[in-house]
């Protein structure tokens, strides 16, 4: 059940952030709405959140539920973290794009935000799954 959730959860996110960048590219929604980004790394930390929990859900029998879930927030967190290094590399390298300390912290508490939200949905799944098993 675990599995299925996660892999359809991580689907539906991917789909629909796909789905989103590609209008935000045709109709140049980051260049024209400030705060884009800011929705869209929500939805990026709740993929790779979701992401981070399925390369961990084998290890799930040994760890407790919570352990799991902050180990997933972590990963979410790290790729974030990671995102935001390679764009000040790519900044420093070649001066573009525009490096913004400011936006940046923002795009990783969104990020983090994203991979609370994952990690709440998955909980209450695992809750639920765990009170039917009873």
Known sequence: MTRRYIL???????????????MAS?????????????????????SVFYLSALVLLPKLQQVSNRRFLFKSILGALFLGVLWEALEL?????????????LDSISDVFFDLAGA????FCLASA??????EQM
């Open 116 to 119: 609370f939200v994952g990690a």
């Open 8 to 22: 359809k959860n991580l689907t539906l996110v991917i789909v629909f952030v796909a789905i989103v960048n590609l």
């Open 26 to 46: 045709v109709f140049h929604w980051y260049y024209l709405v400030w705060w884009f980004d800011m929705p869209m790394h929500f939805l990026g930390g709740v």
């Open 89 to 101: 590399f790519l900044h420093i390298r070649y001066g573009s794009p525009d490096f913004i300390l």
């Open 126 to 131: 695992l809750n639920t799954h765990t009170k």
